[in-house]
């Protein structure tokens, strides 16, 4: 009763899906904080052993419902349980990852429970809320935090009066970090008899094909990312030359994406994938909000910017003022010198 509860992704090859390990380690905080319980739910076929997975993340409890009808995920058969377990056991803060399962389902969650639902969350604090007019306190409140207005503003939204308190987090935005390897937490599985109904399974996946992501920037060490002011296709090569010399991969802004300067696989920000590289080098990047949500977590960040007062040069640790088309030659030339 009033504790955290996380809804575990599975992944195609039978493993919890890393945006769900970051919400537990995440979780793990808010109820140490909270001085409550840390709960997980797994739903999907052959969920032996996943449990290895998860309790070393701090979890007291998982709550799984294992049938093969589970897997592939479809969206009736989860929703159905989640809402009877959350009707059930009435969590104070539900997480969810904002992948498209987490989408799907926690709007499904949170319609059938009447209560607030804030997505794509860049962070995630407990603090209290003074309402003035009805001249009420109340404590140790979810501060659901994401950038918005197009990123012109952090906006923290508060769920006050019902719960559970639902948001969804993008997958990097939350660190992963196993608590202790040893630790024990109790399964709970979950009794699936008499809550399903025939037209529950009506939908069936015949047949899919998932390609899988043929860039990988999330876990790339070295990234070379590139803004609008980078100024064409052509500029970005430069980009891409660099980066395979320093053996790291190629990121871009929305505004770049948007421009055509690169994929939107290679996307990173608010609306694209949050990074923490040990070097993040910012070619003609402004530093807008959204993009900064992305990979301000970074260990180095280099800004190679001709606007000496653009937002990015606030977070970086070296700023470079001039021209991509200048500057990043000269680093090409320069590294391979001193790499003889």
Same mark, same amino acid.
């Given at each position: 009763?009033?504790?955290?509860?996380?809804?575990?992704?599975?992944?195609?090859?039978?493993?919890?899906?890393?945006?769900?390990?970051?919400?537990?380690?995440?979780?793990?905080?808010?109820?140490?904080?909270?001085?409550?319980?840390?709960?997980?739910?797994?739903? @999907?076929?052959?969920?032996?052993?996943?449990? *290895?997975? #998860? $309790?070393?993340?701090?979890?007291?409890? &998982?709550?799984?419902? +294992?049938?093969?009808?589970?897997?592939?995920?479809?969206?009736?058969?989860?929703?159905?349980?989640?809402?009877?377990?959350?009707?059930?056991?009435?969590?104070?803060?539900?997480?969810?990852?904002?992948?498209?399962?987490?989408?799907?389902?926690?709007?499904?969650?949170?319609?059938?429970?009447?209560?607030?639902?804030?997505?794509?969350?860049?962070?995630?604090?407990?603090?209290?809320?003074?309402?003035?007019?009805?001249?009420?306190?109340?404590?140790?409140?979810?501060?659901?935090?994401?950038?918005?207005?197009?990123?012109?503003?952090?906006?923290?939204?508060?769920?006050?009066?019902?719960?559970?308190?639902?948001?969804?987090?993008?997958?990097?935005?939350?660190?992963?970090?196993?608590?202790?390897?040893?630790?024990? @937490?109790?399964?709970?599985?979950?009794?699936? *008899?008499? #809550? $399903?109904?025939?037209?529950?399974?009506? &939908?069936?996946?015949? +047949?899919?094909?998932?390609?899988?992501?043929?860039?990988?920037?999330?876990?790339?060490?070295?990234?070379?990312?590139?803004?609008?002011?980078?100024?064409?296709?052509?500029?970005?090569?430069?980009?891409?030359?660099?980066?395979?010399?320093?053996?790291?991969?190629?990121?871009?802004?929305?505004?770049?994406?948007?421009?055509?300067?690169?994929?939107?696989?290679?996307?990173?920000?608010?609306?694209?994938?949050?990074?923490?590289?040990?070097?993040?080098?910012?070619?003609?990047?402004?530093?807008?909000?959204?993009?900064?949500?992305?990979?301000?977590?970074?260990?180095?960040?280099?800004?190679?910017?001709?606007?000496?007062?653009?937002?990015?040069?606030?977070?970086?640790?070296?700023?470079?003022?001039?021209?991509?088309?200048?500057?990043?030659?000269?680093?090409?030339?320069?590294?391979?010198?001193?790499?003889?």
């Amino acid at each position: 009763m009033n504790n955290i509860f996380v809804y575990c992704e599975i992944t195609e090859e039978g493993h919890v899906a890393d945006v769900s390990l970051e919400l537990l380690t995440k979780g793990r905080s808010l109820a140490d904080e909270l001085k409550i319980k840390l709960e997980a739910i797994v739903i @999907g076929a052959n969920l032996k052993g996943i449990e *290895k997975e #998860i $309790f070393p993340y701090g979890v007291d409890f &998982i709550h799984t419902a +294992d049938d093969k009808r589970f897997f592939p995920f479809t969206t009736g058969p989860h929703a159905k349980i989640l809402i009877k377990l959350f009707k059930e056991q009435k969590p104070e803060i539900v997480l969810f990852g904002a992948s498209s399962i987490g989408r799907d389902i926690a709007p499904r969650i949170a319609s059938a429970l009447k209560c607030g639902l804030t997505a794509d969350c860049t962070s995630l604090v407990i603090g209290d809320h003074e309402d003035k007019k009805q001249n009420k306190v109340y404590k140790n409140l979810l501060y659901q935090i994401r950038p918005a207005f197009g990123g012109n503003i952090i906006a923290t939204i508060i769920n006050p009066e019902t719960r559970p308190q639902i948001a969804t987090v993008r997958e990097g935005v939350m660190k992963k970090e196993i608590k202790a390897e040893n630790y024990k @937490g109790k399964i709970v599985p979950f009794d699936i *008899k008499n #809550i $399903f109904d025939e037209v529950d399974f009506a &939908i069936q996946i015949i +047949d899919r094909h998932i390609e899988k992501q043929k860039i990988n920037i999330k876990n790339s060490q070295i990234i070379v990312s590139g803004g609008y002011g980078v100024g064409s296709v052509e500029n970005f090569k430069l980009l891409f030359d660099l980066a395979e010399l320093l053996g790291g991969e190629v990121g871009a802004s929305r505004a770049a994406v948007d421009a055509g300067f690169a994929p939107h696989e290679r996307q990173i920000g608010q609306t694209g994938v949050t990074v923490r590289p040990k070097l993040y080098i910012a070619c003609g990047i402004s530093g807008a909000v959204q993009h900064s949500a992305g990979m301000d977590e970074s260990s180095k960040i280099i800004s190679i910017n001709t606007d000496s007062h653009a937002p990015i040069n606030h977070i970086a640790d070296y700023t470079i003022n001039g021209s991509v088309d200048e500057v990043i030659p000269k680093m090409i030339k320069y590294y391979k010198e001193n790499s003889k």
